[in-house]
């Protein structure tokens, strides 16, 4: 365990950042942090400017050199560390978590151990950076291929998964020997802070991890810095574009929003169906990007069925501040964004979607002033219209009523994000031939959200995700290193090598 100066601190009025190992304030300007089960501000954030970033990126490059050296099975141990750590402090983290996003405390938890899976993952590092080795690939010929490290990239990550998303990141690059930057949401950047300081307690020498506090000037400076090598970012597709158009001399992945859609066939088991939508549509307020928005009912019997018992569950849905376990729905995270996904209620209404459940009353007692926004429930959505169309990352679910699988699959394919899809069926040929088919990236059968565990990669297609490579497992392997193949040879003593003109094979 490292000096007091590691120990990890309760959460401040003040959240500033940490660089070099150490918290430090920079940036004239801040934000507010609210709680938005209470409307109220819990705490200030530093906006950091592009000086503050500089400081953060010049930790990191001068760290690079000894870790980058040091042994990949050195890197891993700190990682077992932390994950102990991150288990012994999960009341902390999922407080906090609770506190500024306002999800219920359940799936706080969840979303830390969905994190934690990716440290795990991490601790692998020495199986998978031990490389390709091919001895005698010619005649006394050896080659090898190495993962050799970036140097120092950086992570930006959204609001939705506080802890998660930034664990998708940095512990696979960490691993494999480079020095990191993350820039947090600032709307609820505590949890990142304390997790932050749990991997110096670690063991992790100072200025391999920096996080900086800020909104775009912070994004604007890791982007233009020529000493960042890589940039991973998650967060809503105008942004990510943006960021892929902008950062051409680096190495990108930007995945982006959803609009994710579940197929239900005739023959699905439609209790189960409904037990499945209710968390996938509703979980974390539908603040997810994996979010089931879309429910496309195959055939009017299907869909009658299927409206029906939804709206009796959106209708007894227990919605309340998160720190209360029997809640199943928190607010939304700001007022603005509860304006925002309010108004697409509105919209939807005035678009001639026919709104079944409307939430946009619900009042709970002692959190009047809460962001709170109760369950809604669309049925007849056109995909002409906007809710269709537009990614509203809230509490609305919207239900189009199609007549074949066919054509369900033609407005997954047709829309233009393309992150998940799921299929409710109890027909083998159905489910193959759909997750055959289906132009997303991640497909469930039978499964509301299928989010890849941490060995597999998390990616959506078309304008969810702008880079080649997906998020965490083994791509952040191939994203977060560069391949370097080496060929040897070492004569015989004694023996004549002849020189050859011949472009050299393999002989
Ligand atoms: P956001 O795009 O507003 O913010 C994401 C990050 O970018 C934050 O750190 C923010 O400070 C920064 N940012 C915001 N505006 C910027 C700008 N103009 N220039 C530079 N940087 C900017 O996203 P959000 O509202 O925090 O998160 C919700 C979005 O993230 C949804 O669209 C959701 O689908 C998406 N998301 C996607 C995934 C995925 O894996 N594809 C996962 C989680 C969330």
Not at 51 to 60: C, F, M
Not at 382 to 408: H, K, T
Not at 468 to 478: K, Q
Request: glycine share 10%; net charge negative; charged share 20%.
């Amino acid at each position: 365990m490292k000096s007091a100066k590691h120990e990890s601190k309760p959460a401040t009025a003040v959240v500033d950042h940490l660089i070099g190992g150490e918290r430090v304030a920079g940036g004239t300007r801040s934000g507010s942090i609210y709680n938005p089960a209470t409307g109220r501000v819990v705490r200030e954030v530093l906006l950091a400017d592009r000086a503050t970033v500089g400081q953060a990126i010049a930790a990191a490059a001068a760290a690079y050199p000894a870790w980058r050296q040091t042994p990949p099975v050195k890197r891993a141990r700190i990682m077992f560390r932390f994950k102990v750590l991150l288990e012994q402090n999960e009341d902390r983290i999922v407080a906090l978590l609770t506190e500024e996003h306002g999800k219920v405390l359940h799936d706080a938890r969840g979303e830390l151990r969905r994190g934690l899976e990716n440290v795990e993952y991490a601790c692998g590092a020495p199986e998978f950076l031990k490389g390709e080795h091919s001895k005698n690939a010619g005649s006394a010929l050896d080659s090898w291929s190495e993962m050799q490290p970036l140097g120092v990239v950086a992570g930006i990550t959204p609001f939705n998964f506080p802890a998660m998303v930034p664990l998708w990141m940095y512990p696979l690059a960490l691993v494999c020997g480079n020095t990191f930057v993350l820039k947090p949401s600032e709307r609820d950047p505590s949890s990142a802070m304390l997790v932050g300081e749990l991997l110096y307690a670690a063991g992790l020498p100072d200025g391999v991890f920096n996080i900086v506090n800020g909104d775009k000037e912070a994004v604007a400076t890791l982007l233009t810095d020529s000493r960042v090598q890589a940039i991973s970012f998650v967060g809503s597709t105008p942004v990510a574009e943006s960021i892929y158009n902008t950062a051409k001399d680096k190495r990108v992945q930007a995945l982006g929003g959803a609009k994710n859609h579940a197929v239900v066939m005739p023959d699905a088991d439609i209790d189960n169906v409904v037990s499945a939508l209710m968390g996938a549509a509703y979980g974390s307020c539908g603040e997810r990007c994996m979010a089931i928005s879309v429910v496309v009912a195959v055939g009017e019997t299907t869909a009658n069925e299927l409206v029906g018992k939804l709206a009796a569950e959106v209708r007894a849905l227990r919605v309340g501040p998160g720190l209360d376990e029997a809640n199943d729905m928190g607010p939304l995270v700001t007022a603005a964004h509860y304006d925002r996904v309010k108004g697409y209620v509105d919209l939807g209404v005035e678009e001639g979607a026919e709104l079944v459940v409307d939430g946009r009353q619900i009042t709970v007692p002692g959190h009047e002033n809460g962001f709170f926004l109760g369950g809604c429930l669309f049925d007849r959505v056109e995909p002409g219209m906007r809710i269709y169309q537009d990614e509203i990352f809230g509490p609305v679910l919207c239900v189009v009523r199609v007549a074949s699988l066919q054509q369900a699959i033609s407005l997954v394919d047709n829309h233009e994000y393309g992150n998940g899809a799921c299929v409710f069926t109890r027909d083998g040929e159905t489910a193959r031939y759909f997750s055959d088919q289906v132009k997303v990236g991640m497909v469930g059968i039978n499964v509301p959200l299928p989010v890849p565990v941490a060995c597999h990669s998390f990616g959506g297609w078309k304008r969810s995700l702008f880079g080649d490579l997906s998020i965490y497992g083994p791509d952040a392997v191939r994203f977060y290193t560069q391949r370097k193949t080496i060929s040897q040879r070492w004569t015989a003593s004694g023996s004549q090598e002849r020189t050859k003109f011949a472009f050299p094979g393999n002989d």
